[in-house]
């Protein structure tokens, strides 16, 4: 927390529940439900412990976990897989930009943060044909049917809103039903590689993951 709420809460915790979609080659994009092909959007999670230095800065140390999966009929090619990700980030509040005290109800109910940082991504990945009695892989690309495990370096960015549950005051930030915020989230871990879904495409870049998480936030301290 920034300003005024600074003097109650220096620190809080998180946990959060969402969706995590692959930016990768082995992609189509439609999000819409089917039972043929494994859906693009999948789960994920996270949990997170930040410590405000000062007003405005602060530091993150976050995990999270993942599913993936994506499917290209056009390569004749579908993955599926699981990775967790832990970071240690800048954290900055922006509520400070709008206005300096912090005193109006606004800046009292609402809370805009910022992260970035560096992390590392460990993920498990599984390639396979979707028809095994068609090839459709483009030339120039390089693939690893089966099982592959990766290990690389990651930068998060994210973007989270905290709206307090309960409208009292600052000063009544001592009870505990006043130190809940509803959280909502976006986040893009920008990946190292272009192996993420076991398929490296010449012409594209680097593969990447984004996430949109809701949960709360528990500011705790004295």
């Known amino acids: 927390m920034s300003s005024v709420a600074q003097r109650y809460f220096k620190n809080f915790i998180e946990v959060d529940a969402g969706i995590a979609i692959s930016l990768t080659d082995v992609k189509r994009y439609d999000f819409a439900p089917t039972t043929k092909i494994q859906n693009e959007i999948q789960p994920g999670a996270g949990a997170g412990i930040t410590f405000f230095t000062t007003e405005n800065i602060g530091i993150n140390f976050g995990f999270q976990y993942f599913s ?22 800048l954290v900055f509040t922006f509520n400070q930009m709008f206005e300096e005290n912090l005193r109006s109800p606004w800046n009292r109910r ?24 068609a090839s459709a892989i483009s030339p120039g690309s390089e693939y690893y049917l089966g099982d592959r495990s990766l ?12 709206y307090k549950l309960n409208k009292t005051h600052n000063q009544f930030y001592r009870r505990g039903k006043d130190r809940l915020y509803l959280v909502i989230s976006g986040k893009v871990n920008f990946l ?12 594209f870049s680097n593969d990447a993951l984004t996430c949109f998480s809701v949960g709360l936030a528990y500011f705790f301290g004295k």
Do not use: C, H, M, W
């Not at 609402?110 to 009695?133: A, E, P, V």
């Not at 290990?151 to 905290?162: D, M, N, T």
């Not at 190292?192 to 012409?203: H, Q």
């Open 68 to 89: 993936l999966a994506g499917v290209n009929p056009d390569l004749n090619l579908s993955f599926t897989g699981t990775a967790v990700s832990p970071s240690v980030n």
């Open 192 to 203: 190292a590689t272009d192996e993420l879904d076991n398929y490296i495409d010449r012409g």
């Open 151 to 162: 290990s690389v370096g990651s930068i998060p960015l994210e973007i989270s809103f905290l």
């Open 110 to 133: 609402f809370k805009l943060f910022g992260k970035i940082g560096y992390g590392r991504f460990l993920s498990n990945s599984n390639l396979q044909s979707i028809n095994t009695d």
